[in-house]
């Protein structure tokens, strides 16, 4: 698998990854390893040279901006840098080919770096799957494991701060017998509840087919509070999907649910009476910062003979893990058929006493 984005040792020249174990880079030649602030500092200073002993053309590429391969198969969109001709698709893993290039405007504000790396997240993997009585024997095998992928995810995180009101009716009741005679005692109370709420990290898909949506909400929540300021050093040796879906389309849904949290918090203010029915509400959203992240995410999916594709993740920082996993008809009727020759003996052993 080529890396996403090519950054080079300062020292021979090869390529660098993130190493999810301590936060840095590290090259495989070398063996030297990197902060990002050493990685920008090298590469700041040799965009000075360049700049004094060539003149840039008009068609290179802008600092930032990556290409887009697209997969004809599946659709599926996968960020490299400029000199990538070829790689394989993460999700249905046939070929990509550049089909464009990401702007400016599509590069994240933080990213979410990965905390597990390869080797822990293949033995967790494994451990998984070998806990699971019917699935393919190639589903876990070295050829099948190798195309486990870390994929940069794309999601708008959203920190508001709302101010809302709630009035209702709320009842207490009191009941008490004196003689053969029940009392019965109810008092009505006007309520009134005004308040304002912090809301951090709502985090919304920001990709639009069904079944990576699925994938990436599996495995949530994530760490929100350990992003750091993008960089595209944290993308080396990995792969990452840009977005689809833009914050103006999700309006509508984060303006919802921030009102219904709001209205919750106020609804939870209210306590101590036999019943209460909620009047008038309103909620305003008086600030709102909109976030564009990338989250860490381990991938591993698998086609059967009918082409229908399972897939396995993994959180990147937290390890939780979803899955939908083929069954193995054949190992299936292995097990259903000793079932039924074991009780088959059972009811002649029966027999045989009887």
Not at 325 to 334: D, E, M
Request: with cysteine; hydrophobic share 35%; aromatic share 12%.
């Amino acid at each position: 698998m080529a890396d996403v984005l090519t950054h080079h040792c300062p020292n021979c020249g090869g390529p660098l990854t993130f190493n999810p174990s301590d936060q840095k880079f590290h090259c495989d030649y070398c063996l030297s390893i990197f902060t990002v602030e050493d990685i920008e500092k090298f590469e700041a200073k040799e965009a000075v040279e360049e700049t004094q002993t060539t003149t840039a053309s008009a068609e290179e590429p802008k600092t930032g901006d990556v290409d887009l391969f697209l997969c004809p198969s599946c659709g599926a969109q996968i960020v490299t840098d400029h000199t990538t001709a070829a790689t394989y698709c993460y999700f249905c893993h046939n070929p990509v080919v550049l089909s464009g290039r990401l702007t400016g405007e599509f590069l994240p504000n933080k990213v979410l770096p990965f905390k597990i790396d390869r080797e822990k997240a293949i033995a967790d993997f494994l451990a998984w799957t070998q806990k699971k009585r019917f699935i393919p024997k190639d589903f876990f095998n070295k050829d099948q494991i190798e195309k486990m992928t870390g994929v940069y995810f794309p999601y708008w995180v959203v920190d508001a701060e709302t101010a809302g009101n709630l009035t209702g009716k709320g009842t207490s009741l009191r009941v008490w017998i004196v003689g053969d005679i029940e009392y019965t005692e109810t008092k009505v109370y006007q309520i009134f509840r005004k308040g304002k709420a912090k809301i951090r990290h709502l985090t919304k898909n920001a990709l639009q087919k069904n079944l990576q949506q699925k994938m990436v909400e599996g495995v949530q929540p994530f760490p929100i509070d350990q992003a750091v300021d993008f960089h595209t050093e944290y993308l080396s040796g990995f792969q990452a999907e840009k977005r689809d879906i833009e914050i103006k389309d999700l309006a509508d849904q984060i303006d919802r649910e921030l009102t219904e949290y709001t209205e919750d918090l106020l609804r939870d203010t209210v306590s101590g009476y036999t019943t209460f029915a909620a009047g008038n509400k309103s909620v305003n959203v008086e600030k709102q910062d909109n976030h564009y992240m990338l989250l860490p995410v381990w991938l591993v999916t698998y086609q059967d003979a009918s082409k229908k594709t399972y897939y396995y993740a993994m959180n990147g920082q937290t390890g939780k893990v979803s899955g939908i996993l083929p069954i193995s008809n054949k190992r299936l009727g292995l097990f259903s058929g000793g079932i039924f020759a074991a009780i088959m003996i059972i009811a002649m052993i029966v027999g045989y006493f009887l």
